[in-house]
């Protein structure tokens, strides 16, 4: 089982953020983005939107790094992680632009993109860009088939759809992957349905442990009725995590304690059909935080 992280800094919901991320910048970023690397991170991941409107600010913040430039700045001081956009609201960029932007990417970086996409749930964010939010999911269906050709190995792609349609135009450079992986993310019964048919992977929106079994039952179903045999990653977002006993109050929703006893509940996911685990830690500083992914990739790691 693998284990990525979604970072700190590039968006700050107070559903997650830590204090002291409000006056972080640049560094913290790269800095923690190197730790994930050097620790045996399978990605790197950041998140993505356009503009938050005043009504959710108090909550969502404005803080929402552009996914793009940031896991491409990234990109240039990591040397294997995997870049992952968690998730790109793709509904809200025609697919040529969107595959111009990440086909650049995974060519600069050598081919460690996974794009992640999802539905979006901003409706004043589509409004702006002129986009109609009622029908996301729809747009999002034929985003993916558009986006599957636009960054498929043909510098001339074509896409006839109901939305999108264009031939004839060239884009290069390539993806430097055959096969650029799309996780769809989402937990309503749309998205999983999305997800298995469409996706090469499931990101779920904070699914608690008791409820991934049924819905990882329902992708393998719905991928058998279709005749869906193409390698899937599942993936799920684990508890907050802390490495060691916390001398401060870290939550009750968090996991601490010794590295073996939570490797031991970190493997319950395995056992339900989960590939990669998504894990925060929670911190009072970038220290503590590169402390924390490094305890994790040396004493947790070997035994996921």
Avoid: N
């Avoid at 749930?121 to 599957?148: K, N, P």
């Avoid at 992957?177 to 992977?201: E, M, N």
């Avoid at 996991?255 to 830690?281: C, K, T, W």
Wanted: hydrophobic letters at 40%.
């Amino acid at each position: 089982m693998e284990y990525g992280i979604q970072l700190p800094v590039q968006s700050q919901s107070t559903i997650y953020a830590e204090p002291w991320e409000a006056a972080a910048g640049p560094e913290d970023l790269a800095e923690v983005a190197r730790a994930a690397d050097r620790a045996g991170f399978a990605y790197i991941a950041a998140c993505d939107h356009v503009a938050v409107p005043r009504r959710l600010a108090p909550a969502m913040s404005t803080v929402w790094y552009d996914p793009v430039a940031t896991l491409a700045f990234l990109a240039g001081v990591t040397e294997r992680v995997r870049l992952l956009s968690h998730v790109a609201v793709v509904g809200l960029r025609h697919p040529l632009l969107t595959a111009k932007q990440y086909a650049t990417l995974d060519h600069l970086s050598g081919g460690r993109l996974i794009l992640g996409v999802g539905a979006g749930h901003v409706q004043e964010e589509f409004e702006a860009l002129g986009v109609d939010f009622a029908g996301r999911g729809a747009v999002l269906d034929e985003s993916i088939d558009a986006l599957r050709k636009a960054l498929g190995p043909d510098e001339f792609p074509e896409h006839h759809g109901k939305l999108y349609d264009f031939e004839g135009l060239g884009q290069r450079p390539r993806p430097a992957q055959s096969r650029v992986p799309v996780w769809v993310g989402g937990s309503s019964q749309a998205a999983v349905r999305r997800a298995a048919l469409k996706g090469d992977g499931w990101l779920p929106q904070g699914d608690p442990r008791d409820r991934l079994p049924a819905q990882i039952e329902r992708i393998g179903r719905l991928r058998a009725e279709a005749g869906i045999e193409a390698p899937f990653s599942i993936g799920a977002i684990a508890e907050p995590l802390y490495v060691g006993t916390p001398t401060w109050d870290v939550g009750r929703r968090t996991l601490s304690g010794p590295p073996d006893a939570l490797a031991e509940s970190l493997r319950a996911y395995r056992a339900m059909g989960v590939d990669q685990i998504q894990v925060r830690f929670r911190s009072r500083g970038r220290t503590e935080l590169i402390d924390q992914i490094s305890a994790f990739g040396a004493d947790m790691g070997p035994h996921l």
